[in-house]
C-alpha cells in the first residue's frame, strides 16, 4: 500500500488537500493520489494491485473522453462559456484586427510579432511558396479526378522525401526551415490538388500577393498576366484560416501529435493530420451541411426537417460540439463573414434555408436542452462554395489554416521533456494459448 509520502512524491506545489482518496474495495487498501490542475496522473493508480506481480489498475478511456495527454500553451477553449483563445488572444480579436500570417507567427513563436518580426516572417514564408518542380510532377501522376484531399495528404508525406535533412528533428534551425516550407507550400500543395482535379494548368504562386490572394491566384488564375483578387474575398478568406488555424487537441492535433512523438520528420506528422481531416467527422462536416441545406431545398422545407431531427431520423449537420455547450465563437464570425463574401458574389439561396434553420432549432426545447448551437461547420461550406469551391476542397481548405496550428503543437511536443512515444494500452478482449489448427483440420 503506499504512504501518503509515497503518493505525493513528485507533485511539486500539490498540498496536502489537493489529493484524492481512492479506496480498493477488492483489497481494503487506500490510497492517496495527488491532483494537479484539476488532473490526477493515470500512472498513479498503477500502485493499486491486488497481487504484487498485477499491472496495476489502468483507466478505460476510448475516444479520450477525460483524459489530458499533454501540457500546452497554445489554444485555450472553455466549451461552456463559448471562449477560443490563440495564445490568451481571444479569437474575435484576433479575426477583427489580425492577418492568418500574424496568427501562425502568434501560434509558432507565442507572442505576437513586432513590425520587424512579422516583415521577416512574411518574407520567410513568401519566398518559400514554390515547391521543387519533381513535387509537381509527382501530382501529375494522380487520376484525373482524384480527390484532392488526398492529393494534399500524399504530397504533404512526399514532402519530407525532398527535405530529408527534416529528420532532425531536436535540431532547432533545421525544423524552423521547416516550418517556414510548411506554412508556405500548403498552399501551393493545395491549389495544384484543386486544378488538377479540375483538369485545368496548375497555377504557380505569385509573391506580389497576400498568403489569401495568392492562394486565390493559384485557384482562379486563366490567362490573365495577372490575377488580381477581389480584397473582400482575399480578407473572408483570411479571416477562415484564422478561425481555423487551432482548435487545441482535436482529432487532426492528437494525430499530429502522436506520430510526431515517434520523433518522424515534420513532413510526415502533418500528413497525418491531414488524413485525419479528411475524415467526415472532423474536416468533412462543412460538406455535409451543404449537402443536407441542398437536400432541404426551400424555406418551407425546413419545418418538416426539424421534426425529422427530433424524431431521430435525422441529424442537424452544423450543429453540436464535442466541446462547446453554450455556443461555438468562431460561427458568429463565420455568419459576418458570410455576408462580406455574399456581397462580391451575390446571395446563395440556401442562406435563407441555413438562416431558417437556425433560427428554428435556437427556439426548440430539443435543441437548447441537448445544447446544440451552430458550430464553424454550419456557414463555412457557404463561403466555400460561394468562392466557387467544389465540397471537395472544403477539408483542403481547412489544411491550410490548421497547418499553423499543428506545427505550433508539434513543436511544443518536440521540446516538452513529459513527453514519449504515444503508446496507450488496451483492454484484451480475444482469445488466448490457442493450439493452432492445421487448414485442413478447421
Ligand atoms: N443533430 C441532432 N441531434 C444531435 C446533434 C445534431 N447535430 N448533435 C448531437 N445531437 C444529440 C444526440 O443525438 C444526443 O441526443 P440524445 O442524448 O437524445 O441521445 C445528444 O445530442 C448528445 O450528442 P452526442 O452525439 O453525445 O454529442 P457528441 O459530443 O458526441 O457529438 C458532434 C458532437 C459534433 C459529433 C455532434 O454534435 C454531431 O454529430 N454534429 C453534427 C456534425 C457536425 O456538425 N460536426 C462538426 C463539428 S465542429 C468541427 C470541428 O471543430 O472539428
Not at 489537493?18 to 495527488?34: A, F, H, K, M, S
Amino acid at each position: 500500500m503506499a504512504t501518503d509520502t509515497e503518493a505525493t512524491q513528485g507533485a511539486a506545489g500539490v498540498s496536502g488537500s489537493d489529493t484524492l482518496t481512492i479506496t480498493d474495495n477488492r483489497t481494503g487498501q487506500t490510497y492517496e493520489v495527488p491532483i494537479q490542475d484539476e488532473t490526477i496522473r493515470a500512472t498513479e493508480l498503477r500502485q493499486i494491485k491486488v497481487n504484487p506481480d498485477d499491472f496495476g489498475l489502468m483507466t478505460y478511456d476510448p475516444a479520450y473522453m477525460a483524459t489530458a495527454s499533454c501540457r500546452s500553451a497554445v489554444t485555450f477553449i472553455d466549451g461552456d462559456r463559448g471562449i477560443l483563445e490563440y495564445r490568451g488572444y481571444p479569437i474575435e480579436q484576433l479575426a477583427e484586427k489580425s492577418t492568418y500570417l500574424e496568427v501562425a507567427y502568434l501560434l509558432i513563436h507565442g507572442k505576437l510579432p513586432t513590425q520587424s518580426e512579422l516583415d521577416e516572417w512574411t518574407y520567410q514564408v513568401t519566398m518559400h511558396t514554390f515547391v521543387h518542380e519533381n513535387i509537381k510532377e509527382f501530382m501529375q501522376g494522380f487520376r484525373y479526378d482524384a480527390h484532392p484531399m488526398g492529393m494534399l495528404l500524399a504530397a504533404t508525406g512526399a514532402m519530407s522525401t525532398f527535405y530529408p535533412e527534416a529528420s532532425a528533428v531536436k535540431d532547432e534551425e533545421i525544423r524552423y526551415a521547416q516550418v517556414v516550407r510548411l506554412i508556405a507550400k500548403m498552399p501551393t500543395l493545395a491549389a495544384f490538388s484543386y486544378r488538377h482535379n479540375q483538369g485545368k494548368p496548375y497555377v504557380y504562386p505569385d509573391n506580389d500577393l497576400s498568403y489569401a490572394g495568392n492562394f486565390l491566384s493559384m485557384i482562379y488564375k486563366m490567362t490573365e498576366l495577372k490575377y488580381q483578387p477581389d480584397p473582400r474575398l482575399e480578407h473572408a478568406l483570411d479571416v477562415l484560416f484564422i478561425l481555423h488555424a487551432d482548435h487545441e487537441q482535436n482529432c487532426s492535433t492528437s494525430a499530429v501529435r502522436s506520430v510526431g512523438s515517434s520523433q518522424v520528420d515534420p513532413y510526415s506528422a502533418v500528413a497525418a493530420g491531414v488524413a485525419a481531416l479528411y475524415g467526415p467527422l472532423h474536416g468533412g462536416a462543412n460538406e455535409a451541411v451543404l449537402r443536407m441545406l441542398r437536400r432541404i431545398g426551400d424555406v418551407s422545407n425546413v419545418p418538416s426537417f426539424i421534426e425529422g431531427v427530433k424524431s431521430g431520423n435525422e441529424r442537424l449537420m452544423g450543429f453540436g460540439h464535442r466541446v462547446y455547450k453554450n455556443f461555438d465563437p468562431r460561427a458568429k464570425i463565420i455568419k459576418k463573414a458570410v455576408e462580406e463574401v455574399f456581397e462580391v458574389t451575390g446571395k446563395n439561396p440556401l442562406l435563407n434555408v441555413a438562416t431558417e434553420l437556425e433560427k428554428i432549432a435556437l427556439e426548440d426545447e430539443y435543441f437548447i436542452s441537448r445544447k446544440l448551437y451552430p458550430n464553424v461547420d454550419f456557414y463555412s461550406g457557404l463561403i466555400y462554395e460561394a468562392l466557387g469551391m467544389p465540397v471537395e476542397m472544403f477539408p483542403v481548405l481547412f489544411a491550410i489554416g490548421r497547418t499553423s496550428g499543428w506545427i505550433a503543437q508539434w513543436l511544443e511536443m518536440i521540446d516538452d521533456s513529459e513527453q514519449k512515444i504515444a503508446r496507450p494500452r488496451q483492454i484484451y478482449t480475444g482469445g488466448r494459448r490457442l493450439d493452432y489448427v492445421p487448414i485442413n483440420g478447421r
